[in-house]
Structures are given as structure tokens and as C-alpha cells.
């Protein structure tokens, strides 16, 4: 599986962005995808899942009610749609995909592909 991230840009606090990750070589409907981020100096966290069908999906608290995740299977495209942004946000975003589990989980290590990230920053 090959992901490639992008969209990232620079944003106006309260402004917004939408991601999008771009996957090939695995049928995209089998798996699930997952954004995570790391922000500067910081750990990588997890932002948002969605199931292979697009029927399940998954956010942390920190994102919940701003952000929306879905996707394209027809596209083989997960998109992150980014609203009401605050420089708490800054980070690079990578997206991943989990081919093994049955549901889509917050743990980074339970994804086994990862795209090169794209970078988001919030102006105050």
C-alpha cells in the first residue's frame, strides 16, 4: 500500500483545510484508514479513523465536532475536513492504513502502512 498525504497549508485560526490521502496497490476497500499527527517537539497522536466502508468512524476528543473524516472508495481517497482550526492544530499530518485489524483503532502501532506527511500550520 502507497499513501500520499496532502493539502496541508497555511491557515488563519478559526479558518479551515481538507486533506486528503491518495492511496494505491491494495484494493482500497479492504483496509482502514487513519490520521495522526505530530506537532512540533510533541508525540505523534491520533486524530481520526474510518472503517474500510466508510460506515465506521472514530475521532479524539481534541478534534471531535471540528473535524470530519470520509472517503472516496471509487477515489481510493480518504479526505480529513478541517474546520474552526487553532494553533493547537500545527502539526504534519500523515495518514495510515490498517489492513490487519477488524476495526479501526487509535493505536498507531496496530497500522502497518504510512504516507509521507503534509504540514499544517495555524496562524494566530
Known amino acids: 500500500v502507497q499513501l500520499q498525504a496532502s493539502g496541508g497549508g497555511l491557515v488563519q485560526s478559526g479558518g479551515s483545510l481538507r486533506l486528503s490521502c491518495a492511496a494505491s496497490g491494495r484494493t482500497f476497500s479492504s483496509y482502514h484508514v487513519g490520521w495522526f499527527r505530530q506537532p512540533p517537539g510533541k508525540e505523534r497522536e491520533f486524530v481520526a479513523a474510518?472503517?474500510?466502508?466508510?460506515?465506521?468512524?472514530y475521532y479524539s476528543d481534541s478534534v471531535k465536532g471540528r473535524f470530519i473524516i470520509s472517503r472516496d472508495n471509487a477515489k481510493n481517497t480518504v479526505y480529513l475536513q478541517m474546520n474552526s482550526l487553532n494553533p493547537e492544530d500545527a502539526a504534519v499530518y500523515y495518514c495510515?492504513?490498517?489492513?490487519?485489524?477488524?476495526?479501526?483503532?487509535?493505536?498507531?502501532?496496530?497500522?502497518?502502512?504510512w504516507g509521507q506527511g503534509t504540514l499544517v500550520t495555524v496562524s494566530s
Open positions: 495510515l492504513a490498517d489492513t490487519s485489524n477488524s476495526v479501526p483503532t487509535m493505536e498507531v502501532w496496530s497500522y502497518d502502512y
Open positions: 474510518i472503517s474500510w466502508s466508510g460506515g465506521a468512524t
